[in-house]
């Protein structure tokens, strides 16, 4: 499949810079695979969709404010974005410019607190602060808001830019279709009977990375941390229907159950506790083991998220809805609206 076929025009002032006041009133673009039929909602609307014995499965990680603005010995501005903490104390990160970088260079925050690379191996820096880095994060770090988000990040993004369960530290980037449920909405479906089944996935460069390749199978992604608790498996292999929360939910659990042998329910394996690095990469003529729903938000053009919902819907299913939210101004990307597919 060539990545040219994942291409779409989105007009730039469809793309959401704010999040919303109310998370829940975002608005729910409803795709019914079966029919083909959309239907325009609105997200506190969602649980009307589900039935005793579902179980929503959401990705329990929390963002910590990755990226650091400093200076380097001479003067000039540095942006260091930490990706994940290493067993001997080495940060791995991306600062801008890394072409430039070597071991030994320095960045600078303030007057007590720097930082050093101390391996480097392309792209993949390694750095070590002068001090407890939990100290220089929290004084010296702020939300990393995508790109696409343009405007400095605030102290309001520290709550907006979390899922109201996150609980696990670890992320780089939000589990952006959870940004929508408040605590309202996941009691109404507990008091339908649904199950509510957490797991962790740390949001790492893996989810993010472009396609820089013109076939889309030569893609590989690059791990990311996760875990499933023995309480999540049992709730999953008990449910009538799985419904994921976004795409790294999805991704945590058909990588979870990627050698696993059939449960209770035909065709989808026993999961079990476990935990590790999942590279799972799902694009279209991918077969779904776990997953029946997905509860996800508007994806970039070409991006490994959008391959996945296309993979679970049909690409042109998935591009019908999309022009359909375009037409409708619906709000695309990690602030934005949200997208129910049945």
């Not at 994060?137 to 109201?164: C, F, S, W």
């Amino acid at each position: 499949m060539k990545l040219d076929d994942f291409q779409y025009d989105l007009p730039p002032d469809l793309i959401a810079q704010y999040p919303l006041t109310d998370r829940s009133s975002s608005r729910l673009l409803v795709l019914d695979r079966k029919s083909g039929g959309i239907a325009h909602r609105h997200f506190h609307q969602l649980v009307e969709y589900f039935a005793p014995g579902d179980a929503l499965v959401v990705n329990n990680t929390k963002v910590f404010k990755a990226r650091l603005f400093g200076r380097k010995e001479s003067g000039g501005r540095v942006e260091v974005l930490l990706v994940r903490e290493r067993e001997d104390g080495l940060w791995e990160a991306l600062i801008d410019k890394s072409r430039r970088v070597r071991e030994g260079y320095r960045v600078i925050f303030d007057d007590d607190s720097f930082l050093t690379v101390e391996q480097k191996e392309r792209t993949r820096i390694r750095v070590r602060f002068n001090r407890p880095a939990r100290e220089v994060i929290d004084t010296n770090g702020v939300m990393p808001l995508p790109h696409y988000i343009r405007r400095p990040a605030d102290e309001k993004d520290q709550a907006t830019y979390q899922t109201v369960y996150a609980k696990n530290e670890g992320s780089i980037a939000a589990p952006t279709a959870g940004l929508h449920f408040t605590d309202t909405v996941l009691r109404e479906l507990k008091g339908r009977g649904v199950k509510i089944a957490e797991l962790t996935l740390h949001v790492g460069p893996g989810t993010f990375k472009p396609i820089r390749v013109e076939t889309v199978e030569a893609h590989e992604m690059e791990p990311e941390f996760f875990e499933i608790t023995g309480e999540t498996a049992e709730i999953i292999n008990q449910a009538r229907r799985v419904i994921a929360v976004g795409t790294t939910a999805t991704r945590t659990l058909e990588y979870a159950a990627r050698s696993l042998g059939p449960g209770r329910y035909e065709g989808r394996p026993a999961l079990s506790a476990q935990a590790g690095w999942a590279d799972i990469f799902i694009y279209p003529g991918f077969k779904f083991r776990v997953v029946n729903k997905l509860v996800t938000n508007f994806h970039l053009p070409g991006s490994t998220p959008l391959l996945l919902v296309c993979a679970l819907a049909g690409k042109d299913l998935i591009f019908k809805a999309y022009a359909e939210a375009i037409r409708e101004k619906y709000r695309f990307y990690s602030y934005g609206d949200a997208m129910l597919v049945l």
